[in-house]
């Protein structure tokens, strides 16, 4: 593959899915990010540039892949006027990985169409591991001839690339996938803190659970972290209220009410007030075990 490219948006996963390119000797240009320092260490670590200016990484690049916070980020970056990735990108591709609201993506699908460039979303259902080893589980959306071209690249990131449809589609079902998710694990946290609270071996527990309809893809995940107050974070309890919000705002678009979506994001909003949002989602167990609260 020889078109360059470059990574906006330096956290956790933008940063290890460029170590991934840079190990499969794809040519990673330019990595930025809004904190700087971040994006100067890892362009030192990838031996690439670290501009100061968006349009900067438009410049020295073929495709962008930009793996941002939120709608407000993806709005800074794709703005239409000023410092931009939109200065000067004809002829770009962009590879939106972030989870963001549908009409977002739609929003820049078509600013980027307007100055003659190329946008695809990639939704991502894994974490840091797997942005890192270049196992991820990625959701596409978008027009046909973005998709084939970005098709070598996404191949070097995931062992799993699913074709959804029209721009907006795969953030609908990323939205879906994480409520879900998110709805397990403040299920998962209640089951093993009454647990806990009843005097049972949670070992047990958990076993028993993973041999029952109690088994979840959260269990394996995160049962033993909620046991062993262990929060490294793999996917934040912000991350995890901002997500949940978005599938609920697609619930309101179609006059639907999701009471269970609706007392998970609860719970995840209350552990970002005390603090706690930048914990794995694993420490929304910390709201359910007995006695834990007031040492959170």
Do not use: W
């Amino acid at each position: 593959m020889l078109e360059k490219i470059a990574f906006v948006g330096t956290g956790r996963m933008g940063a290890n899915m460029a170590r991934r390119l840079k190990d499969q000797n794809l040519t990673v240009t330019a990595v930025y990010d809004a904190n700087a320092a971040v994006a100067f260490s890892l362009a030192n670590e990838l031996g690439c540039a670290a501009p100061e200016r968006l349009s900067e990484v438009t410049a020295l690049a073929d495709i962008i892949v930009t793996v941002v916070s939120d709608d407000e980020a993806m709005d800074r970056i794709f703005a239409e006027s000023g410092d931009s990735l939109l200065v000067g990108a004809q002829g770009r591709l962009f590879i939106n990985c972030a989870t963001v609201s549908p009409q977002t993506h739609l929003e820049v699908e078509q600013r980027a169409g307007n100055v003659g460039a190329q946008s695809l979303e990639a939704c991502m259902a894994s974490s840091i591991t797997q942005a890192r080893e270049g196992t991820l589980y990625l959701m596409c959306a978008g027009p046909q001839p973005a998709f084939d071209r970005a098709k070598p690249l996404l191949a070097m990131l995931a062992a799993s690339v699913r074709f959804v449809g029209s721009t907006g589609q795969a953030a609908r079902v990323k939205a879906l996938v994480n409520m879900v998710m998110n709805i397990n694990t403040a299920g998962l946290a209640e089951g093993l803190g009454l647990a806990d609270a009843l005097g049972l071996d949670l070992q047990m527990v958990r076993e028993v659970f993973s041999e029952t309809g109690a088994n979840s893809r959260v269990l394996q995940t995160d049962g033993e972290d909620m046991q062993n107050r262990e929060h490294s974070c793999f996917f934040s309890a912000a991350h995890a209220a901002k997500d949940s919000g978005i599938a609920l705002q697609l619930a309101r678009d179609v006059g639907l009410d999701l009471p269970l979506a609706e007392a998970t994001r609860a719970q995840f909003n209350r552990l970002v007030f005390e603090g706690l949002g930048e914990l794995d989602k694993s420490a929304v167990a910390e709201l359910t075990f007995k006695g834990r609260q007031a040492d959170a």
